[in-house]
Each structure stands twice: as structure tokens, then as C-alpha cells.
């Protein structure tokens, strides 16, 4: 192991290779003069790191509420708590900060090295166990590792919500928006949820093998002034996959309740709250519920194949959704079907849209529609090039960073804290 030394602190800057995103607040408790002096260094010289405050004390034994007052306010990313000086007072401290602030992660400084020290610290809620002399990389480690785990955090607190339009009908929309929702959950583990925005004839329930639920998306508009989590409940449908489906109507709907004000968003505001994706399959048209899901959305998928009559509505829908205000940049062009020997080409459509193709999904009539006929859009076609494809595309929206990584970290006693 290589200690730190105040010439490590000050080499080139380490963020770009670890992109953390925002600062790491620290503060330290009982931290030795040598190592707080490292820290110092360390934080100015990478930017990793923001030394926020030194307790010099361990309190807790006295007056827990001090304690905690004493991180500051908001509290901290996390607390080094040195072990060294009365292993048994740094325990307690440790334990209180870990309960009472559960956002804070508590990391344990010591010289110890042996099993029974590490344990000691690790049952009183420290999350990493670092040894004197401090070395670098394990030090970045254990930063990034904070830093991924927050912002996993600030992911799950509001879902990326995904539209998915066709540029007719027919392009394969409720295909890719069933497949992709079923990956995302199965594959990725994400938390994903798909709204079948059909007014009549929606197909999703019927793609993953549903039986239609009792209520569907529009009644829970319609409630959206009810809406809390066992409301919801009623609602969704599990696939097998872990994805949830809220879905259209049973067949075509005479007439509908004119929605209150503000349902919509009001509904995928709290729909945010709950998922990590929010796919939503749009029919084809320019009316008002659907510019105002792709006013909310963060990426609108439009959907077309290489033909005339898709790709001339492909510029149509840009030229209104342009006049609508709303950014090209959340506009993603897939190509559905897609073969090489298309009679247009890749090239003819992307200089009639003046937009790059984003995705092209190879064209497989046969294993699309079996997986169709059987419901489960991934058992089916692990071999195929479109799910392959599909996975690949699934996985640029949703793999979790350091998903591989994970796997080769050590299993030793150190390496339980790496989880
Ligand atoms: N990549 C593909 N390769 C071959 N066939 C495909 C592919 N994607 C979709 N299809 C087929 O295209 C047909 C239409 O697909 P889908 O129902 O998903 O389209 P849609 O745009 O949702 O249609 P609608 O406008 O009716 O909602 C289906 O039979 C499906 O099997
Ligand atoms: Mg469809």
C-alpha cells in the first residue's frame, strides 16, 4: 500500500477520471493534525473533496444532539471518525452519527490494521475503513464510491421520462417501447414503469402478455387529485420482467371525462417520484396530451422507417414540435426496421431532417412477432440481433455506472465495505 505523501496531493487532478459530479463535503472527528493537514491538500489539489469542519472532540458520550450539531448544517457527505486515539468513545461516536444522520456516511481512520479492529468499526455503522499513513487511491475510492451512490440517489428521486412517437402507424413504437421497458427492469435493474397512452386500441398490455388491468391510464388522470401510493397500486401491472404497466383503455373509449387542469403533470410529477424510468408509448398524433407529456419529457423518440411516407411525417413532426418551442436537442430520430438495403437511405434521411439517425433497430419480422405472440420480450430473444441491439441501446440509458466494476472488487475483509 502506498501512503500519501503531500507530493501526491498535489499531482494532476484526478476528477476527470472518476467524474464525480459535485464536491464531496468532509468533516473530521478527532482527526490528527498530519493527516487533516493531508486532507487539506489533497481537497485544494483535486477538487474532490471540501474539508468542512474539525471536531477535535469525541462528544457523544456527553451530549449527542452536540454532537451532531457539530457537523453542520446541511450535514455532511461524510465523517471521518479517527479510531485512534479512544477506540471505544470513536465507536459510540461512529454509531450515533450513522443513526442519527443516515445520509452521511461514516468512514473509520486507523493505524489498526487487525480483523478485530476493522469489525469493531464496521458494526458501529462505518461504511470504509481507512488506514494511516492515508493512501491515494484508496482514498479516491471510497470518495467515488460516495459519490455514485448519491447520485443513484438523486436518480431515483426523479425518473428520466422516455416518449416514444411513431411517425405513422405501425413503426414498430409499442415493439420498442415494451422491449426497451422490459430490459431496463431486467436487465439493468431499474425501476421502470410504462404508460400506455392509447386512447382506444393500446397495444402494450396485449405486447407483454397482460391481462388488461381494471383502470387505466386516463382514469387515474382523471383521479389524479387522489393519487398517493396504494391509488396507484390499483393501477399498475407487474410483467415478469419487474416492468410495471399502466395501461390504455379496453378497446375504444365513446366518451371521455374532460381531464382537470394540470392532471397530467401533476400525475407524472408524482409518477417521477416513485420510478427510475418512466417510458411512455404516444400514438401518433399532434394534439394536446401529447405535447404536453413531451413538453415534460426529458428524450422523444420518434420512431419512423425508410419509407417515403414516414420519413416526409418524421419532417412534419419536427417542423410542429419546432414551432412549439419545443428543443431539438430531447428529439432522437430511431430507424426501425432498418436494413441496408433500404430504398432510402440512411444518408437521404438524415439530410431531409437535418438531424443525425440516433438508434437503428435491425428489421426481424419473425423473432419480433414471436416474441409478441409470447409476451415475454427478453426470454425470447436473448440470441437475436434485435434484442442485442435493443440491449445495447437499453443499457446506454440505464446501465449504472460501475455496474462491471463491481464484480472484480475484492472479497477480503477490506472489500466488504466496497459494496
Ligand atoms: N424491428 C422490427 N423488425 C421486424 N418487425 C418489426 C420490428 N419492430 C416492429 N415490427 C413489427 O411491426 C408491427 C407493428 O409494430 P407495433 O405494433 O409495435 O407498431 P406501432 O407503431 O406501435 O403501431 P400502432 O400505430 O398500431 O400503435 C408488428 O407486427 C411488429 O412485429
Ligand atoms: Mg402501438
Not at 248 to 260: D, K, M
Not at 302 to 311: G, I, K, P, Q
Not at 328 to 355: C, F, G, P, T
Not at 398 to 413: I, Q, R
Request: with cysteine.
Amino acid at each position: 500500500m502506498k501512503p500519501m505523501t503531500a507530493n501526491d496531493s498535489t499531482n494532476a487532478s484526478r476528477r476527470e477520471s472518476f467524474n464525480l459530479g459535485e464536491v464531496v463535503s468532509v468533516v473530521g472527528v478527532c482527526v490528527d493534525d498530519e493527516m487533516w493537514r493531508l486532507l487539506d491538500l489533497f481537497a485544494g489539489s483535486t477538487g474532490l473533496i471540501q474539508l468542512r469542519a474539525r471536531v477535535r472532540d469525541y462528544r457523544s458520550a456527553q451530549d449527542p444532539d452536540a454532537l451532531l450539531e457539530s457537523l453542520g448544517n446541511p450535514t455532511p457527505d461524510i465523517c471521518l471518525v479517527d479510531f485512534d486515539k479512544d477506540r471505544h468513545s470513536a465507536a459510540i461516536v461512529a454509531e450515533r452519527i450513522h443513526s442519527g444522520l443516515p445520509e452521511t456516511a461514516v468512514f473509520a481512520v486507523s493505524s489498526q490494521t487487525h480483523p478485530e479492529a476493522i469489525l469493531e468499526a464496521m458494526r458501529s455503522g462505518c461504511g470504509e475503513y481507512l488506514v494511516k499513513p492515508l493512501d491515494r487511491e484508496q482514498l479516491v475510492k471510497a470518495i467515488a464510491r460516495i459519490g455514485s451512490r448519491r447520485k443513484e440517489k438523486q436518480e431515483q428521486g426523479r425518473a428520466q421520462v422516455l416518449a416514444f412517437m411513431g411517425s405513422k402507424g405501425g413503426c414498430g413504437t409499442t415493439t420498442l417501447a415494451t422491449q426497451l421497458g422490459a430490459l431496463l427492469a431486467s436487465s439493468f435493474s431499474r425501476n421502470s414503469l410504462l404508460l400506455d397512452l392509447h386512447p382506444d386500441f393500446g397495444d402494450a398490455a396485449l405486447y407483454l402478455k397482460l391481462i388488461k388491468g381494471r383502470f387505466n391510464f386516463f382514469e387515474l388522470l382523471e383521479n389524479a387529485d387522489r393519487l398517493d401510493a396504494d391509488f396507484l397500486q390499483s393501477f399498475v401491472m407487474r410483467h415478469s420482467s419487474g416492468l410495471d404497466l399502466i395501461p390504455a383503455p379496453e378497446g375504444s373509449v365513446a366518451s371521455r371525462e374532460v381531464l382537470p387542469a394540470g392532471a397530467l403533470t401533476h400525475t407524472l410529477s408524482f409518477l417521477r417520484s416513485r420510478y427510475e424510468f418512466i417510458l411512455v408509448d404516444l400514438p401518433p398524433a399532434l394534439n394536446d396530451e401529447n405535447l404536453a407529456v413531451i413538453r415534460d419529457c426529458d428524450q422523444l423518440y420518434l420512431v419512423t422507417v425508410a419509407e417515403v411516407s414516414a420519413v416526409r411525417n418524421v419532417a412534419r413532426q419536427l417542423e410542429y414540435f419546432g414551432s412549439k418551442d419545443i428543443p431539438r436537442a430531447k428529439i432522437r430520430i430511431i430507424l426501425n426496421r432498418h436494413h441496408k438495403r433500404n430504398v432510402i437511405s440512411d444518408a437521404q434521411i438524415e439530410k431531409v431532417l437535418q438531424q443525425e439517425i440516433f438508434w437503428r433497430v435491425p428489421n426481424q419480422y419473425p423473432q419480433v412477432v414471436k416474441t409478441i405472440h409470447e409476451g415475454d420480450p427478453i426470454a425470447q430473444l436473448s440470441s437475436s440481433e434485435v434484442t442485442r441491439n435493443l440491449k445495447e441501446w437499453a443499457g446506454s440509458i440505464g446501465k449504472k455506472p460501475g455496474a462491471d466494476l463491481k464484480k472484480k472488487e475484492g472479497k477480503g475483509l477490506l472489500g466488504l465495505w466496497n459494496r
